[in-house]
């Protein structure tokens, strides 16, 4: 005869211990990630300050230049692939829905609204994540193993001056341009199947999206777009900036940078929709 499995006592105090250190350990995690940016975020403001309104020092112009050239230039291609897709998917598949109501020149109305509000600078922003952000990050990781930041700080230059201010610049600036030719690509795409698939008046479908927008339609979008650029930089130069262990950390520090960035961009997304429906800018 089998004899009974003896079943250990659950102690429930030792689980509540483990998952309240858990949440402890997460939560001081993102306070630290938060507070890390913020510091970051101050100090290249003030150093912006310095070059732009107390003319103090320079920030060097072909740095700046050269990386609008790598993170914007080279991103005008896939984001206007991206966002027409985009558009052209957001149209065909609004449609058989306002069909049903007679609707269907309404699909310019909805695109154009999708677009400038949410789609524009939350596309934008997760493509140059994962073409220019990580980058970023790895290009700054490798000066690090290499020590080579620590060669700019044993000459007294600070690398928040020379590397993180001409990336965090060019990040914002890009992304605000990138999000403008995103939204014309997408409201375009959005047109050409209102026009031949959905036989729509050209007519039409132009009045109905320049009735529909409003100069808030646009300022919100734009306004996302600028400050997921700076966020965007400031996590890329962040997580280079405190690469460790060689070869494996540049790649952790990259992966890092796309997976914070794309998360944090969705709950700026968030905030600033829920604040600009709070304050009426709809």
Do not use: H
């Not at 027409?84 to 049903?100: D, K, N, R, V």
Request: proline residues 3%; charged residues 15%.
């Amino acid at each position: 005869m089998n004899k009974p499995r003896r079943i250990d006592p659950v102690t429930p105090g030792r689980s509540i211990i483990k998952l309240v250190d858990s949440i402890g350990a997460a939560w001081f995690e993102i306070n630290e990630f938060i507070g890390s940016l913020v510091w970051l975020f101050i100090d290249t403001v003030t150093w912006i300050y310095r070059s732009l309104v107390l003319r103090q020092v320079r920030i060097g112009r072909s740095a700046l230049v050269t990386q609008i050239l790598r993170v914007g230039v080279r991103s005008i291609a896939i984001v206007s692939l991206v966002s027409g897709c985009i558009g052209f998917i957001l149209a065909l598949q609004t449609a058989p829905s306002l069909a049903q109501f007679g609707q269907v020149d309404k699909v310019a109305n909805l695109v154009g609204v999708a677009v400038l509000r949410e789609l524009g600078p939350l596309i934008a922003a997760v493509v140059l994540t994962g073409f220019a952000g990580a980058s970023i990050a790895a290009e700054i990781g490798t000066m690090v193993v290499n020590e080579e930041i620590e060669a700019l700080e044993s000459m007294a230059l600070n690398p928040i001056r020379f590397l993180v201010v001409p990336r965090l610049i060019a990040t914002a600036l890009s992304l605000f341009l990138l999000t403008i030719i995103g939204d014309l690509c997408a409201v375009f795409a959005g047109g050409v199947v209102g026009v031949f698939f959905l036989d729509i008046p050209y007519e039409v479908y132009k009045l109905n999206t320049l009735q529909q927008l409003t100069t808030s339609d646009f300022s919100t979008g734009l306004i996302k777009s600028v400050m997921f650029g700076t966020v965007l930089g400031l996590i890329a130069c962040r997580n280079g900036l405190r690469v460790s262990g060689g070869a494996a950390g540049v790649g952790k520090a990259t992966t890092d940078t796309v997976v914070q960035t794309i998360v944090t961009v969705i709950f700026l997304d968030l905030g600033f929709t829920a604040f600009f429906y709070a304050v009426g800018w709809t």
